[in-house]
């Protein structure tokens, strides 16, 4: 699911509800950030002082020919000068820690709720909208709460004391200055909405063209073998048209409100400068005083015209906070039970479906409508069924990767749904038809589920994929660092690192999904061979996507309807079930490259 601004489930909020939302982060680093914002309005209050300062030299020394007291005079502006940028130094110091924290705590929160997320989430959400908003919508957060949020307090606070100075300056003065701040924040507000729907846009676009750069890197082998690289790169150069866009659309929202940002302000200073002028010409003001309003007035320009920027960047910030709790609110629909039941010490591994029901959301039909099977503990029962029977879905509902939606899965006698998940993944091991491997060692990639595991342990499970020869002829052997994807190693290679991973700690039961599919004959063989000494103390259940799985089996289960439609050996089912024979010798004659069905079926 690409997460668009236009989706139907992404519920609109104001920018304040976005925002609002950050309070739990903000909050245990509030003395810092409060810190930061004092430093800043003093700062900016020493910068108001200056044109006061210069009053008194236009009107006292400068006015009268007097220069006794301008050294005190320049000294005080020296002095409010260096008060100034050493308060925004101190700000900068201030904010820099405690904005990088929330950063980096959001940051780790996001990526913990991804891990527990189920499985059916990450297959309705893009790589690369998941990316972006763990990389650049933080970002942008960031820069809100260590830049926006405090100036968008101390410029409202400066702007609205400078105001007061006017006043207490000239009356008139001030008038102005209001005359021409009021439509400059009407005009803020009401380009603030348009702002907030291109910015979204844009951070989606974003999301998008991340996920395509990424597609096109894991597949470059494909697309390079197929031809298709300047089709994908038609594709990416689309949507960066389309970003491009977008970009250029806020930029000319921006463009406008600058536009009235830098004219009011000018025709507020011209006619404060007019007004000023005819006032010392009627007597009524000095020209030290002129000199102030104009020197406040010049210095509140930075304020007033931020308003429109800071605006911007909040809703900017408040779409990416949108984006960031579109997956924090994401349901954990597979969790751990409030009080969890311990398992035996010495697990037997007896695995039990009763009645077992499963649908994807939004299917109209279930792909498990009732299954009943029982593996008794040291028992091998290999799954049989039609492409797209539900082998697959099955498997992954043993470990809890998704939770049934009727009926139960018990190991020794205790529902999957009443362990925790860590006990649980401890006992049952998976190895699934599509080997994951992740930029680390081998050894690292072996021992991921048993960290613990000794480097004897792991050899073991590496001889039991028939594995270590080819990783002792690596540069580096256990050390090697296998690179993304594992795609420096052939695919039978790591297939067999994926098996020797799933058995390393030696688990009650035992997942496997096709684990030999990717094997030539003779490695297959060996393979099996030292597969069936560990499923000698193991149960486990093997979905069989080929016939030469079958025979690492006790009994097998053919699966068709959703439901398991027989139990029993290979050769009774093979002798007395026609749906199971023409699934299997099917399967052996495409496997053995078309040879009669009599004779493949014959082993």
Known sequence: MAARADHPRIRRRSTLAALRRLGPYVWPERWPLIGSALAALASMLCGL???????????????????????????????????????????????????????????????????????????????????????????????????????????????????????????????????????????????????????????????????????????????????????????????????????????????????????????????????????????????????????????????????????????????????????????????????????????????????????????????LRGVDLEIRPGETVALVGATGSGKTTLAALVPRLADVTGGRITVDGIDVRDLALADLRRVVATAFEDPVLFSMSVRENVALGRPEATEAEIRAALRVAHAEEFVDALPWGLATRIGEQGLSLSGGQRQRLALARAVVGRPAVLVLDDPLSALDVHTEAEVEAALRRVLRDTTALIVAHRPSTVRLADRVALLAGGRIAAVGSHAELLTHHPGYRSLLTTGAAAEAGGRPNEEVAAW
Not at 287 to 298: E, H, Q, R
């Open 49 to 367: 002082t200056i044109p006061l300062v210069t009053q008194r030299i236009v009107d006292g020394p400068i006015a009268h020919h007097d220069a006794g007291h301008l050294p005190w005079l320049v000294a005080v502006v020296l002095a409010l000068g260096a008060a100034e940028a050493g308060l925004f130094f101190v700000r900068r110091r201030l904010v820099a820690r405690p904005t990088t924290t929330i950063e980096a705590r959001m940051r780790a929160d996001l990526y913990h709720h991804l891990q527990r997320l189920p499985v059916a989430f990450h297959d309705q959400w893009q790589s690369g909208q998941l990316l972006s908003r763990a990389v650049g919508d933080l970002s942008t957060v960031r820069r809100f709460v260590a830049f926006v949020l405090t100036f968008l307090i101390v410029n409202g606070l400066t702007l609205l004391v400078g105001i007061g100075v006017l006043f207490a300056l000239s009356t008139l003065a001030g008038v102005i200055m209001v005359a021409g701040a009021v439509p400059l924040v009407i005009v803020s507000v009401l380009y603030e909405s348009r702002f907030k729907v291109a910015a979204r846009r844009a951070q989606d676009q974003q999301g998008e063209l991340a996920t395509t750069v990424e597609e096109a890197v894991l597949g470059i082998r494909v697309l390079k073998a197929f031809g298709r690289g300047p089709d994908l790169a038609a594709r990416f150069a689309g949507q960066a048209r389309e970003l491009r866009g977008t970009e250029l659309y806020k930029i000319s929202i921006l463009a406008l409100l600058w536009a009235v940002i830098i004219a009011l302000p000018e025709l507020a200073l011209a006619g404060q400068i007019a007004a000023g002028t005819a006032a010392i010409a009627h007597g009524a003001m000095t020209v030290g005083t002129l000199v102030a309003v104009v020197t406040v007035s010049t210095y509140l320009r930075w304020p007033t015209d931020s308003i429109g920027w800071l605006l911007a960047e909040a809703n900017q910030a408040a779409s990416a906070c949108e984006r960031y709790w579109e997956v924090r609110d994401a349901p954990r629909t597979v969790g751990g039970p409030p009080r969890p039941r311990p398992l035996p010490a010495a697990p037997r591994g007896a695995l039990r479906l009763e009645g077992v029901r499963f649908g994807y959301p939004g299917a109209s039909a279930e792909v």
